[in-house]
């Protein structure tokens, strides 16, 4: 029933920006965090940053902090992960996480490939 979909991976150069979606649905999210994560190669999950679904405060991991940043379009359902002065080391596959802020209960989706080269 609640599907996330995360779209826009690619390859880009070191330096470029990308920005990355994840599309929800079947739920109401009003009560969700929305969470991003990421898995470079040969490494353990790590995690990226995440927004409040309903007002939309924001918090990022040190590594990421001043160049990624989170949004979220109500109407489209849509989370974004902006991402701008990509280096190297942020090749990774990202994934989206909604966590319900009431029961606990989290979803995933299946990740988007973000290639970055040097």
């Known amino acids: 029933q609640v599907q996330l979909v995360e779209s826009g991976g690619g390859l880009v150069q070191a330096g470029g920006s990308l920005r990355i979606s994840c599309a929800a649905s079947?739920?109401?999210?009003?009560?969700?965090?929305m969470r991003w994560f990421r898995r470079k190669p040969g490494k353990d999950r790590e995690f990226v940053g995440a927004?409040?679904?309903?007002?939309?405060?924001?918090i990022y991991a040190d590594s990421v902090k001043g160049r990624f940043t989170i949004s979220r379009d109500s109407a489209k359902n849509t989370v974004y992960l902006q991402m701008i002065s990509l280096k190297p080391e942020d090749t990774a596959v990202y994934y989206c996480?909604?966590?319900?802020?009431?029961?606990?209960?989290?979803?995933w989706g299946k990740g988007t490939l973000v290639t970055v080269s040097s």
């Open positions: 927004i409040n679904w309903s007002y939309g405060n924001r």
């Open positions: 996480n909604a966590q319900s802020r009431q029961d606990g209960m989290g979803y």
């Open positions: 079947g739920r109401t999210f009003s009560r969700y965090a």
